[in-house]
């Protein structure tokens, strides 16, 4: 079922590549997806077009179903051993392998939420945040290296954006922090720095890629997806039919309070937006969380309540889909204003919201003493090969005890660390080397067997 819309308020207003512009500013950096190089990246490659790849090379198509699960480990075409030197060695040269290194980490000494700061192959740096839950380990991943939706108070969004983030380099943030931690992720959020509907085709291909069997495996249903309200790429979403969950970012209840607080407000207002989210809802059935950051004296009155239960209602009104905000609490951020109210006022509000029929819940806040919360993610700068930071960041990744605890370059001194085995695998291989090293302890068992049974002879006769 599918409904017409119009577009009375979009404007070309509200997208900057910053925090002050009111309009659509061109960045003066490329913001195409990392790796530019005229070279297959791998990472990034279906096992079919890795098939298309190795018949090009002359080699038989069987070899991109081993090389395929083995990039999805964290493993370069030159450790996989069970190809022949020749193919490692045409890998290494005519392809791209983009795995992210862990530049610095800090682990909250309150939760143990570890905060990741992961360079990329050009020098970017990243941030993605490890959270571990009862049901399994969750990772918040970044779609683009700074973010031009000039959020009011959203860290990621300070300096702009520099470039979009590739396919390989979002499942490259999932392999580094499965090696360095040793332990499996389950569930994505792609809640991190970036808007990831603002870079739609890479995170599409992303979401295809981490869902394949003979991958990583992670189920569609255990990955989330925010959106600051691109209305049009909420429609593209729709259309795609990903069984995956949308939250959509509202933190206002009327087009002047968004707007002040959200300029993407300002090209699609709100009438727009709900109009997106109704057709979305429409068109897959899956019900969306709408998220709502509270902010003392700008959104987090009783008549904000009101106002925004009263939106969602007449949005979906008819269609019977069960309505939900998250709630959360506005996370400090040194550059701007943003203040938050009491944990009274934030218990008052989804109580009004639950009175009038939205179901409201409240963000955990993880990571807080890292800096590691919603809104606080950011983006750094590195030289390629070297680790010296743009000013300011040692701030956020200090060499001391202070506050998290802080740990560099870990994930490239610790030898020790085996990537983690994948219990949902439906694939098998024969590269696998934990299975293997099972066949060689097997064999081993049953040799020694075999020995004692012989001496066993010799001692009767």
């Known amino acids: 079922m599918r409904e017409e819309h119009s577009d009375p308020c979009v404007t070309n207003e509200g997208i900057t590549n910053g925090n002050t512009s009111n309009g659509i500013v061109p960045s003066d950096k490329p913001t195409s997806a990392w790796p530019r190089e005229n070279k297959p990246d791998l990472l990034g490659m279906f096992p079919e077009e890795l098939e298309v790849l190795m018949k090009a090379y002359g080699e038989p198509a069987y070899r991109a179903r081993q090389i395929f699960p083995l990039l999805h480990r964290g493993m370069a075409p030159e450790q ?68 031009r939706m000039g959020c009011r108070f959203c860290a990621s969004t300070i300096g702009g954006k520099e470039r979009d983030l590739a396919a390989s380099e979002l499942l490259g943030q999932i392999t580094a922090v499965e090696r360095d931690s040793g332990e499996r992720i389950s569930n994505l959020v792609l809640m991190g720095i970036g808007e990831p509907l603002d870079n739609f085709d890479n995170v599409v291909r992303f979401l295809h890629l981490v869902n394949r069997p003979e991958g990583l495996c992670i189920g569609y249903r255990h990955i989330s997806l925010s959106t600051c309200g691109l209305a049009d790429r909420i429609r593209d979403l729709a259309a795609q039919d990903l069984p995956i969950t949308l939250s959509v970012s ?46 003392a004296g700008r959104n987090d009155t009783p ?17 019977g889909a069960p309505l939900h905000v998250n709630l959360i609490r506005v996370n400090a951020v040194a550059e701007t204003d943003c203040r938050r109210g009491s944990r009274e006022s934030v218990a008052a509000f989804a109580e009004r919201l639950t009175r009038a029929g939205v179901v409201a819940t409240v963000r955990r806040r993880l990571g807080a003493d890292v800096n590691a919360a919603c809104g606080q993610l950011r983006r750094h700068a590195m030289m390629p090969e070297k680790a010296s930071f743009v000013p300011g960041a040692e701030r956020q990744y200090p060499d001391t005890e202070k506050g998290g605890r802080a740990e560099a370059g870990k994930a490239e001194e610790r030898k020790d660390v085996k990537p983690p085995v994948h219990r949902r695998r439906a694939f098998r291989s024969n590269a696998r080397p934990d299975r293997d090293a099972d066949v060689r302890s097997q064999e081993s068992e049953k040799n020694r067997e075999e020995n004692d049974r012989r001496a066993e002879n010799r001692k009767t006769e």
């Open 80 to 147: 996989m051993q069970v190809l022949p030197l020749r193919l490692r060695t045409r890998l290494r040269e005519d392809t791209v392998y983009t795995q992210p290194a862990v530049a610095r980490k800090l682990v909250s000494r309150i939760d143990g939420t570890v905060k990741y700061l992961l360079r990329l192959r050009d020098g970017a740096c990243i941030e993605s945040v490890l959270m571990r839950y009862r049901h399994g380990n969750t990772l918040c991943l970044s779609s683009q290296v700074g973010c």
């Open 303 to 319: 008549a904000d309540a009101d106002a925004l239960s009263d939106l969602l209602h007449r949005a979906f009104a008819g269609t």
């Open 250 to 295: 509202l933190h206002a209840s009327d087009d002047a309070t968004r707007s002040a607080i959200m300029p993407v407000n300002r090209r699609y207002c709100l009438s727009e937006l709900m109009s997106a989210c109704r057709a979305y809802y429409l068109q897959t059935g899956r019900r969306i969380s709408f998220e709502y950051t509270l902010i």
